[in-house]
């Protein structure tokens, strides 16, 4: 099972956007990486450095989680879809299509404000689907 959590924990990942002043740069990090108590995310662009306290890293954690959740029910989600109503009845997509094709976000609360995190784990290029 740790084998599976750190195969999956390197593909899932995370990025966020620097909140330094004229910074624009996106921070991209593995949900894999985060679970240490010292970690820091670094932005690429201005060289700063971003600490996770516990309950945010919890979160993180528990999102990794999720993803290896629905990974291992990929089998059932294969036969699933979601029915969208529309003019003239319904169009059913199937849920591994949503997987992959929407954008998903956590918003979580960092310090005093709410930052969006953009969660991907296939496709792996972060700009596919921005």
Avoid: W
């Avoid at 993803?67 to 059913?92: P, Q, W, Y």
């Amino acid at each position: 099972m740790e084998q599976v959590v750190s195969e999956i924990g390197k593909k899932a990942r995370i990025d966020f956007g620097c909140v330094s002043d004229g910074c624009d740069a996106a921070i991209e990090i593995s949900l894999a990486d985060i679970g240490s108590d010292d970690f820091q995310a670094v932005c690429p662009k201005c060289h700063q450095t971003y600490a996770f306290d516990s309950v945010l890293r919890d979160k993180l954690r528990r999102m990794l989680e999720l993803v290896i959740a629905l990974r291992n029910a990929e089998d059932i989600l294969g036969d699933t879809s979601v029915s969208v109503n529309v003019a003239g009845g319904s169009v059913k997509l199937p849920y591994a299509l949503l997987l992959t094709r929407l954008n998903t976000l956590i918003t979580l609360e960092v310090g005093d404000e709410k930052m969006d995190f953009h969660l991907r784990v296939e496709p792996a290029s972060p700009d596919t689907f921005r």
